[in-house]
Nanobody, 125 residues
């Protein structure tokens, strides 16, 4: 059974930092290191969006609004993916989720329909 457990969120002032973690239990027939992984977020009243992704080869990409502020990384032996968030802004307030991702027609989509509980990030003074 595929499972994602996100942690590390909280309340932080603008300009602050947080480090999110996601422990993933994926299909045992596929090595964790073979998966492309991503961090998503969903703000109230908005659709879930992919904010960062890291490939099996450790290539990374980010949505424009977080470039230069967020860093995605992975620890394959620990089957964990991280999101370091610096210089946080109020517009970063959202519930953050992780998932494996697949590349289809030049774009990335979540690989699994099941999601974890997410971790709430609130940026406010």
């Amino acid at each position: 059974q595929v499972q994602f457990v996100e942690s590390g969120g909280g309340l932080v002032q603008p300009g602050g930092s947080l480090r999110l973690s996601c422990a993933a239990s994926l299909e045992p027939s596929i090595p964790f290191r073979a998966y492309n992984l991503g961090w998503y977020r969903q703000a109230p009243g908005k659709q879930r969006e992919l904010v960062a992704r890291i490939t099996a080869g450790h290539s990374t990409d980010y949505t424009d609004s977080v470039k230069g502020r967020f860093t995605i990384s992975r620890d394959d032996p620990k089957e964990t993916v991280y999101l370091q968030m610096n210089n946080l802004k109020p517009e970063d307030t959202a519930v953050y989720y992780c998932n494996a991702v697949r590349l289809t027609s030049g774009d990335y989509y979540p690989l699994y329909n099941s999601w974890g509980q997410g971790t709430q990030v609130t940026v406010s003074s």
